[in-house]
């Protein structure tokens, strides 16, 4: 049987069909043929997996990958001025760019910050054009994830202040403050007079292995608030490593492809720019459930259920991901159906209870958090489903009379939270064969689910769900939707981390970019300027 071989790359670049002085070959757009007929290709020529099926490819998108670090400093540049900055600057302040703080200044920066996406973006898609393409495999997708994240660790937190209440919920507990009962505000000091406003007097939603990391995290770093957010992003770093392990291993399990999974699950702007140049939490939870549902699935069900406890001791959305493992777990053991239920039910239920016990004795924390996870209700934003309904609903009747807003938006989150909760045990139900694909699937849909669903949704939030979805096959029109949210999702606020959804014109621009970074996907000239690109499929 004959095979063919990926093209040979031997230089830095990657451009459609051009070379380099010396002969040096680029990684080219062209379509690869496949080594044998994919069984499950679709009219397209692609298989299950978005993927043409071929042999290793080994490419590394020289220019793509500059391309995006090009934008990641950019970001991180324009976030002295723009991001998440401190009240008082060690940086800045005294200097002849205090400026780029205020006024004109200030929108100068902002641009810079939205310009660094852009191109972080367009860098993001032509990589999975090539990956798509299987012109470029996991080794060069683990190079750009490398490149790209190193500009945006070093910078100011970008499109959130959260970083700061993270170093307040740390510092409460080493002052002999419960953290589930107070906010940042109850302890005087630069950590406090950084935390956004809104989350001045919040207590923490978090759960108990999170605060011991931030306990950790400001133990060391005292308050020096530079080095809090730095090494917060050290601490959060490892679950970025988790994920980039585990994601081409799951997509081997599931049928999808390993380089595609990394591509969406981990190259994603929304990790690069939102989990760790934010930082967020989040990305610790997302490689704990992602390597412990890999462990399940290899039959290391109590390291898998521990690993997924530890991610949901975190954040609680994690745990929503048990119940499902729970029938993968089954499915290995022998005996009846139910036996084999309540066999792995009952041991599941035993190590999560344990594990999650274990966290709050190590990190010496009560159970306050439970009450604290409706703290961020008080967020109104329509890209939460139920809240949108309820705002529009409300303004539909603002027309008639003077309405209550609390009751449309309360009723409207109630009859979300009641889908949610239909739609976790339908899918869950219908899992019930333990096969994997089939309970990964349905796990992510529930995920998905919440993202949108809840009653307050934050960009970083659809990460939970790509965790996992990225190591499906995935359709062409799968891929292209992902692409879309995500672009969409990343620049939904400004880059302060202030809510910039209710800003018409800038929602526009960004639907707009957003169709096209979904089109360019696809097409290499997805506005047509070009004769030889319109048209080209990749």
Not at 17 to 39: M, Q, Y
Not at 237 to 252: D, K, N, S, V
Request: proline fraction near 6%; aromatic fraction near 8%.
């Amino acid at each position: 049987m004959s095979t063919m071989s990926s093209p040979p790359i031997t230089g830095p670049g990657d451009e459609p069909g051009s070379s380099e002085p010396g002969g040096r070959t680029r990684v080219t757009e062209r379509p690869v043929e496949r080594a044998h007929p994919d069984p499950v290709a679709n009219a397209s020529g692609t298989g299950a997996s978005g993927t043409s099926r071929t042999a290793k490819a080994t490419g590394i998108p020289g220019r793509t990958i500059l391309l995006g670090v090009i934008g990641a400093c950019l970001a991180a540049l324009g976030a002295l001025g723009a991001g998440g900055i401190l009240v008082r600057d060690p940086i800045l302040s005294g200097t002849s760019l205090t400026w780029i703080r205020f006024g004109h200044g200030k929108n100068l920066a902002e641009l810079v910050v939205y310009l660094g996406v852009v191109l972080l973006v367009w860098a993001w898609v032509r990589l999975g054009r090539h990956v798509r393409a299987g012109r470029v495999g996991s080794r060069g997708v683990l190079l750009a994830i490398t490149a790209w994240c190193v500009p945006v660790m070093l910078g100011p937190p970008l499109f959130t202040r959260d970083v700061y209440s993270y170093l307040g919920q740390g510092l409460l507990p080493l002052e002999g403050l419960d953290t589930y009962a107070l906010g940042p505000a109850a302890v005087d000091g630069p950590i406090a007079e950084n935390v956004a406003w809104i989350w001045q007097t919040t207590p923490a939603p978090y759960g108990p292995l999170f605060i011991l990391i931030a306990k950790g995290v400001v133990a060391i770093s005292g308050h020096n608030m530079i080095a809090g957010v730095l090494l917060m992003r050290v601490a959060l770093i490892g679950g970025l490593l988790m994920l980039c392990w585990t994601l081409p291993r799951l997509a081997e399990r599931l049928g999808g492809n390993p380089s595609v999974a990394l591509w969406i699950g981990a190259a994603n702007p929304l990790v690069v720019v939102h989990l760790v140049g934010g930082p967020h939490n989040d990305l610790m939870m997302v490689g704990l459930l992602a390597l412990g549902t890999l462990m399940v699935m290899r039959r290391q069900h109590v390291l898998g259920i521990v690993l997924v406890t530890l991610g949901a001791a975190i954040k609680i959305q994690a745990v929503v991901v048990l119940p499902f493992l729970v029938w993968i777990w089954a499915r290995h053991l022998k005996g009846t159906e139910l036996s084999r239920f309540v066999r792995a039910a009952g041991i599941g239920t035993g190590v999560f209870f344990a594990a999650f016990a274990a966290c709050q004795l190590v990190a010496n924390v009560s159970l306050g958090w439970i009450p604290a996870l409706s703290a961020n209700s008080v967020v109104l934003n329509w890209t939460s489903l139920p809240t949108g309904a309820g705002q529009l609903a409300h303004g539909i009747a603002s027309w008639f009379y003077s309405p209550s807003h609390s009751l449309y938006y309360n009723t409207a989150r109630m009859l979300g939270m009641a889908l949610l909760g239909y739609i976790a045990l339908r899918q869950w139900w219908l899992s019930r064969d333990g096969e994997e694909h089939n309970v990964i699937r349905r796990a992510a849909l529930v995920m998905l689910g919440m993202s949108v669903l809840l009653q307050t949704t934050f960009p970083w939030y659809f990460t939970l769900a790509l965790a996992l979805a990225a190591a499906l096959p995935l359709s062409r029109w799968a891929s292209t939707v992902i692409v879309f949210g995500s672009a969409f999702q990343i620049a939904i606020s400004y880059p302060d981390g202030d809510a910039a959804s209710y800003n018409h014109l800038h929602v526009a621009v960004l639907l707009l970019l957003s169709l096209l970074a979904a089109k360019s996907l696809l097409r290499n000239d997805p506005l047509g300027f070009s004769r030889k690109g319109k048209g080209a499929h990749v």
